[in-house]
């Protein structure tokens, strides 16, 4: 299979980061092994709960933070330690676009220049005007139009779905061949955010970008995303197309969570549901010991507990989960 | 009706900034049966959390109730003085779960010791009896016993919430007015909360008023749905109506069609062009008329809440 793909826009293998607790120095396996390709022009959605480690994930992609172990490559290059101009270099082609419209941005610079920095920090656009071009092109891209209305204003006059809209802009401004975004509409409100995701699908289809999208979200993943990675206290646990992971999970965890999202359908009302999990998520500073989901686990065997980590395996084609024992539940 | 345990007439609750009044809530009538839950939508400042803090008869300043009735097991409560709505009203028939609430635990005592101040407050209780009440509550809300020895940041967010929602309860109140309760918690523990609300409502004989934003969490709780735009009702409609597809008012058509589904792979999310009208100055007619891809000239003159069956009222000259 795998010989078959193209080379991956972008390659992360066995990527960890461990963090001391600022109380106690216990060591916090934020992410603690993750393995995952996004090829160009795909949608790759990283889902899990609060301290699965998503967002660290998405910022060791970055590069904002550096990993203490594992490798990251984009089109072909290893960056996981680089010069500060190869750093630059990738950070101009790889974006990010962040969860709280509200902090992303200079409240003291007007759209124009939310949208200009970028451009002078890379040195893009050979005068002012050519600039102002760019800063138009992508307002309009995002659908700010007339984008005159929205040049001067400061981010405080703007609505939390149009900062997200000159948040994206912002980092189209660029022309990057990867968008990292993180939980970009989870404050917007509900009637925009339908309309924020869907001009960020048009956007991505139309330029092919790459996505990686980061959420707790099951319901947009699935609108927004071509497979989706489940992230479970610092791992992957299962990864494979949207369609698959959703209507046919085979990891527990994925499951339950699955199982979990209210659907805006009939019948719900007075019944109480069967979960299919126990507990809640262990602390990232005290994994639990072999398969990692074990306790939570209503399937779960002397054997999950005491052998080592189930990895990754396939159960579909292009579809792998971390459960020794998904065949037989 | 007979049963209601809330009834409100004509509210309206206004908030004096210095740009003005914002009407917030602007005329707004409707009951609560006894043992139903009812959800209470809208986009954000559609008035939906404002028309919640005014069951308590506490509008959050700048704000005041100017107008209309809510009359709760009968007594009449915006007539009541600030002492007798403590006394008589606030978490004595009347809680509230704010949002939020479960970040607004005071970091410096432990959850009994906050727990007992606000039974403290309105029952002088002895020490040992209050510690086994507040055991009780939280064994409902599927807490150990030693949680009321935990400060805030040794329990996860899942549980503080569950801690709030003891806190609203244990006074046993006839209704509970919940704000996105779920809202800010993972999937898989926002599931357990909504399991465990079910359950507490059986055992406990509530009566609920469930505000959010998210339609889909409101098919899993309400009963029946009041939806709001603008600081009105647009729609008063059962459960079962709003999520097979049958609402009458084009807001809460769209707005469903904004709520994403998990087993349903669309190429294009519907949404709601345009945004809710300034409530400073609240526009004439219809007011969703702006946004409203289906308004005509009959629009300009306000719809009346009429109903179009029975048990469903809708405010819009489309509708029935």
Redesign the interface.
């Known amino acids: 299979m795998a010989a078959e793909l193209p080379q991956p826009l972008l390659s992360v293998s066995n990527l960890a980061r461990h963090f001391r607790a600022r109380l106690g120095g216990a060591l916090v396996r934020a992410v603690d092994g993750v393995s995952f390709d996004v090829q160009r022009g795909e949608v790759l959605g990283l889902i899990g709960?609060?301290g699965c480690g998503k967002t660290t994930t998405g910022r060791l992609v970055m590069k904002l933070i550096p990993p203490t172990a594992g490798r990251i490559r984009f089109e072909g290059r290893d960056i996981t330690e680089c010069t500060r101009s190869e750093a630059a270099a990738y950070r101009r082609r790889a974006q990010m676009i962040f969860q709280d419209p509200y902090a992303s941005m200079n409240p003291r610079f007007r759209v124009r220049d939310v949208l200009r920095e970028p451009l002078s920090i890379h040195r893009v656009g050979a005068g002012r005007k050519e600039r102002e071009e760019m800063v138009r092109g992508a307002l309009a891209e995002v659908k700010l139009l007339p984008t005159e209305d929205y040049l001067d204003r400061f981010p405080h006059m703007l609505?939390g779905g149009q900062r997200q809209r000159v948040a994206t802009a912002r980092s189209l401004i660029l022309s990057p061949l990867l968008l990292v975004a993180d939980e970009p509409v989870s404050m917007i409100?509900?009637?925009?955010?339908?309309?924020i995701?869907?001009m960020m699908?048009e956007v991505q289809r139309a330029r092919g970008l790459s996505f990686l999208y980061i959420t707790?979200?099951?319901?947009?993943a699935?609108?927004f995303t071509d497979r989706l990675a489940v992230m479970y206290v610092g791992r992957i646990v299962e990864i494979g197309s949207?369609?698959d992971v959703?209507?046919r999970p085979a990891h527990p965890y994925t499951r339950?969570?699955?199982?979990?999202?209210?659907?805006?359908?009939?019948?719900?009302?007075r019944t109480?549901?069967d979960?299919a999990?126990r507990g809640?998520?262990p602390s990232p500073t005290a994994i639990p010991s072999g398969c990692r989901f074990h306790p939570r686990c209503i399937f779960a065997t002397a054997d999950c507990r005491m052998l080592p980590e189930p990895v990754l395996s396939d159960v579909g084609p292009g579809h792998q989960a971390a459960c020794r024992r998904w065949k037989e539940i | 009706m007979a049963d209601a345990v809330v009834s409100v007439r004509d509210l309206a609750l206004h908030y004096f900034t210095r740009r003005g009044a914002v009407h917030a809530v602007d005329g707004v009538s409707f009951e609560l049966a006894r043992g139903e839950?009812l959800g209470l939508v809208g986009?954000?400042g559609c008035g939906k959390t404002s028309l919640g803090t005014a069951l308590l008869a506490m509008p959050a300043p700048p704000g005041r109730i100017v107008q209309g009735s809510i009359t709760v097991d009968g007594i009449g409560i915006l007539t009541m003085g600030e002492d007798e709505l403590r006394r008589r009203v606030r978490w004595e028939k009347v809680s509230m779960v704010f949002q939020g609430a479960m970040n607004s635990l005071t970091p410096v005592l432990t959850v009994g010791k906050q727990m007992n101040q606000t039974l403290q407050r309105h029952r002088r209780t002895p020490r040992n009896e209050a510690r086994s009440l507040m055991e009780r509550f939280l064994g409902m809300v599927g807490l150990p016993a030693d949680t009321l020895d935990r400060y805030p940041h040794e329990l996860?967010?899942?549980?503080k919430q569950r801690v709030v929602i003891a806190t609203a309860l244990f006074l046993e109140p006839r209704v509970v007015v919940m704000d996105e309760p779920t809202t800010a918690l993972?999937?898989?523990?926002?599931?357990?909360i909504?399991?465990t609300i079910?359950?507490l409502k059986k055992e406990l004989d509530l009566s609920l008023i469930f505000i959010t934003?998210?339609?889909?969490?409101e098919?899993?709780?309400?009963?029946r749905l009041i939806v709001m735009y603008a600081g009105r009702i647009v729609e008063s409609v059962p459960?079962?109506i709003?999520?097979?597809g049958k609402a009458c008012h084009p807001y809460t058509r769209?707005?469903?069609a904004?709520?994403?589904?998990?087993?349903e792979?669309?190429s294009?999310?519907?949404?709601?062009?345009g945004?809710p009208p300034d409530l400073l100055s609240p526009p004439s007619g219809c007011r969703f008329r702006a946004r409203c891809p289906v308004a005509f000239d009959r629009c300009a003159a306000e719809p009346p809440l009429r109903e179009v069956a029975p048990g469903h009222t809708a405010a819009c000259w489309r509708c029935g």
């Open positions: 709960e609060s609505s409100d509900l009637s925009t955010r339908a309309e995701l869907s699908r707790h979200d099951v319901s947009t699935r609108f949207a369609e959703v209507e339950a969570l699955v199982k979990a999202v209210c659907e805006p359908s009939p019948g719900g009302v109480i549901r979960l999990i809640e998520i | 839950t986009e954000s996860s967010g899942g549980m993972d999937v898989i523990v926002q599931a357990q909504l399991n079910k359950e934003h998210d339609l889909a969490t098919a899993e709780v309400a009963d459960n079962e709003v999520f097979s769209m707005l469903l904004a709520t994403p589904r998990l087993h792979k669309v294009d999310l519907a949404f709601i062009p945004a």
